[in-house]
């Protein structure tokens, strides 16, 4: 990673730290420019391969469903491309750079921890925008192509589905710093990312246990996020209560306890 | 102490929001009975938060049992499916047909279309108007109120009491939903048809033959549409 635009290198010299959000925005924009470059339009072709060949199989098995499944294939599709290429990078951001040695470089100048952190943060959640952007672009022309019109809570989805990515990456994030391997981080966030969707039914069935385990579950279950809330795919007309700010809230709150342990954990770590 | 201020702060919210949050919107998981060694896609259905994807993959499975033709001894396979044509449109034994209904029913209940289809299919096709109205009560169970699903157990009702016209009655302004399946709308033109109302049959298949993409429904409804004009001269 090289650092050559922002106020890094005009107070490269400088011993005081550098400002937070200058830093935080340069390392930021490194990140998405490195993900980028890997392997970023592989992505988009199996995604508008996939959305073709569904289309036109859907076509003939859906007969008169058609727009519904193109429409729940797409976004399922999308959803996990972003997913697996987010989770990815957010595995191997932070490992890859003290591998390398790179990180060595960064902090042999005057850029604080946080701002560090919160930048490759901010990177990894404009790199999910980005690719359900332009995923979103590829199916939305695929649906109007077959006459059919998106469904009234489209953008809803689309952005429940980056609120979900901003909370995983955080986690990943946050498990990269102890992990043994990148391809444990991504194991332990997938593991996250189905319990999440079974919090509610978790809770449903804590709440008929009994005993030190109801204790002890009870704890547990909310420590794992409820993803099923971010589910509008699923159910687009399912209501919150305080709604879309509840969910905003809620991720915010989550990937700022994320960020918070990433930086409790990266203060110890010697460069 | 700055640090352990912030991480209070986090962990309360945490957890007042956690509380906070709603229950699921759909069935417990007890809910969903294994079909066809369904066990892996149902968990991977809820796992990944991708019920209604899985619903229409059932879907698509149900329509596929339903348009294969149910072969007794000695018979040959028609081109399109379904043999029957009029009064025994549909008809058959598709012992699967119910428990593949309520899969769908259970994964995804606000598939109101597959609901509707599978109802009407299981009362007025293949005459087991009990099952239709437990899967339609099932269905109410998480969408109650539901006036689609209310206007279809009426329907199933007058049905079991031989009355075509009421049936007919009933259900036509289910028709004129624009998504209403197609199936219901072949049933109510076929209802009009009997009950000697040839305008509304007409009018119906005139919509199957705009709106439907299933060769299967347009090509009757074509065929109908010939037969009450030419009866009409």
Request: one cysteine or more.
């Amino acid at each position: 990673m090289k650092i050559t635009n922002g106020s890094i290198t005009a107070f490269g010299s400088s011993p005081a730290p550098l400002a937070f959000f200058p830093t935080a925005r340069s390392v930021a924009a490194e990140t998405f420019r490195d993900s980028v470059k890997n392997r970023f339009f592989t992505v988009f072709a199996v995604f508008a391969a996939c959305a073709i060949y569904a289309s036109l199989l859907a076509g003939v098995m859906a007969v008169d469903e058609e727009a519904r499944v193109l429409s729940d294939l797409g976004l399922g599709l999308m959803e996990l491309m972003t997913l697996a290429y987010a989770l990815f990078h957010a595995a191997m951001a932070i490992p890859r750079e003290m591998e390398t040695k790179t990180i060595y470089l960064i902090f042999s100048r005057p850029v604080s921890r946080p701002a560090y952190l919160s930048g490759k943060a901010a990177g990894l959640y404009l790199l999910s925008a980005f690719m359900l952007a332009v995923m979103a672009v590829i199916h939305l022309s695929m649906l109007s192509l077959r006459g059919f019109p998106p469904g009234a809570a489209y953008a809803a989805i689309m952005a429940c589905i980056w609120l979900k990515m901003v909370i995983i990456t955080s986690l990943a994030l946050f498990i990269s710093l102890f992990s043994t391997s990148p391809v444990s981080t991504m194991v332990i966030a997938g593991i996250i990312w189905t319990l999440g969707h079974f919090t509610p039914e978790a809770r449903f069935l804590i709440e008929k246990s009994a005993g030190i385990s109801a204790v002890f579950l009870k704890s547990a279950a909310w420590l794992i996020p409820d993803l099923q809330l971010y589910n509008l795919r699923d159910a687009p007309s399912a209501a919150v209560p305080g709604g879309a700010w509840f969910r905003v809230f809620y991720a915010a709150l989550w990937a700022l306890s994320a960020y918070g342990a990433s930086v409790l954990l990266f203060r110890k770590k010697e460069f | 102490m700055i640090y352990a201020s912030a991480a209070a702060v986090l962990t309360a919210l945490l957890f007042f929001s956690s509380r906070v949050c709603p229950p699921s919107p759909f069935p417990p998981p007890s809910a969903l009975r294994e079909v066809r060694r369904s066990a892996i896609e149902d968990m991977l259905a809820l796992s990944l938060g991708a019920r209604r994807l899985f619903a229409d993959l059932w879907f698509i499975r149900l329509m596929q049992y339903y348009g294969t033709q149910e072969l007794y001894g000695g018979e040959e396979e028609e081109e399109d499916g379904h043999c029957h044509h009029g009064h025994d449109f549909g008809s058959g034994k598709y012992p699967e047909f119910l428990a593949l209904s309520r899969h769908i029913a259970a994964l995804d209940p606000y598939f109101k279309n597959a609901v509707l289809y599978s109802a009407g299919s299981l009362a007025f096709n293949l005459s087991r108007p009990d099952e239709a109205a437990g899967l339609l009560n099932y269905a109410l169970a998480n969408t109650p109120s539901d006036w689609k699903f209310l206007m279809m157990l009426a329907a199933i009702g007058y049905s079991k009491s031989s009355e075509p016209a009421k049936v007919a009655q009933t259900i036509a302004p289910l028709v004129r939903e624009r998504d209403c399946p197609v199936m219901l709308k072949q049933l109510a033109a076929f209802l009009n048809k009997k009950i000697g109302n040839y305008q509304a049959a007409a009018e119906i298949y005139a919509d199957i033959l705009k709106t439907s993409k299933d060769p299967f429904y347009t090509r009757n409804a074509e065929k109908e549409l010939k037969k009450i004009k030419d009866s009409r001269r």
